[in-house]
């Protein structure tokens, strides 16, 4: 299903088809355009087997997606799975400037569910040199009609994701820098979540919540991948029996930490050694 209306004005596009000797890249391009919209420009459908990237740069637009509706301002990034349905329009009777990209690849997917672990699916993008970069830098790579072009594509493709990753974590990353220190230096105890939120200044429910947006992981979660990674320098490093590695970790008995430690790495702390030993 596919409906269009308004009127668009075409500054560039470019349309790609993969080829068989890069469609198994995690990254590939589809198309990327730059559009200027009329007031009554909407795009509606269900159908396209890729991700949806659009970048606003003047003007406003709203999404609608997975039962939600969403503004979207300048400097503003929607990145959307499009084989659902969606649909997006001019606001406010304006014109409506964006560049759109359709990407393609096994490796979309992971960025995808980093970035949306809430389900919101409009970002704020702090620094709007990054998007005009990544689209000069494809220009250009388009205009050398080299025939590595894709595999080009690929690299540019994943560094804008990265960029885009930190940037929309970059404030949010700043409320938990206390809990983060205080987790680190008190590895050795048992830390509760309400001790936790204490910290952070915030309820305990508004602290677990912004904190797996945040992080893609409870804080209990969070924790126990910390300790167990504590452990595994200790078994690497040192010649402490597991039982004291346990207590200096932050378990209660050794039983409950060597369950941890596999559930993380695959293998027991003492396997864990073995396959170490010549790190020691």
Not at 200 to 212: G, L, P, Q
Request: charged share 25%; glycine share 4%; aromatic share 18%.
């Amino acid at each position: 299903m596919r409906k269009f209306h308004g009127h668009a004005e075409i500054i560039f596009t470019r349309i790609y088809t993969p080829s068989a000797k890069y469609k198994s890249l995690p990254f590939c391009i589809e198309s990327f355009s730059h559009f200027v919209v009329d007031e009554r420009y909407s795009v509606e459908r269900a159908d396209l087997n890729c991700y949806i990237v659009l970048y606003s740069i003047k003007g406003e637009g709203v999404l609608e997606y997975r039962g939600s509706e969403y503004q979207v301002g300048e400097n503003q990034v929607i990145f959307i799975d499009s084989r659902f349905y969606h649909k997006y329009r001019s606001a406010n009777g304006g014109k409506w400037e964006f560049y759109f990209m359709l990407i393609s690849g096994v490796g979309v997917q992971a960025y995808y569910d980093i970035l949306f672990s809430e389900r919101y699916y409009a970002l704020a993008f702090f620094d709007n040199n990054i998007i005009k970069k990544f689209i000069d830098t494809m220009l250009y790579l388009d205009g050398k009609h080299s025939h590595q072009f894709e595999l080009w594509a690929c690299r540019q493709i994943n560094d804008f994701l990265i960029q885009l990753s930190f940037l929309n974590s970059e404030y949010a990353n700043f409320d938990f820098v206390e809990v983060l220190e205080y987790i680190e230096k008190n590895l050795d105890k048992k830390l509760s979540i309400d001790e936790l939120a204490e910290v952070c200044k915030m309820s305990k429910f508004h602290f677990i919540r912004r904190f797996k947006k945040v992080y893609s992981e409870t804080p209990y979660g969070y924790i126990t991948r910390v300790k167990v990674n504590r452990a595994k320098t200790l078994l690497s490093s040192t010649d402490r029996t597991v039982d004291k590695i346990a207590v200096l970790v932050g378990f209660n008995d050794t039983n409950t930490f060597i369950r941890a430690f596999k559930k993380y790495t695959g293998e027991t702390p003492l396997r864990y050694r073995d396959s170490n030993i010549s790190h020691m």
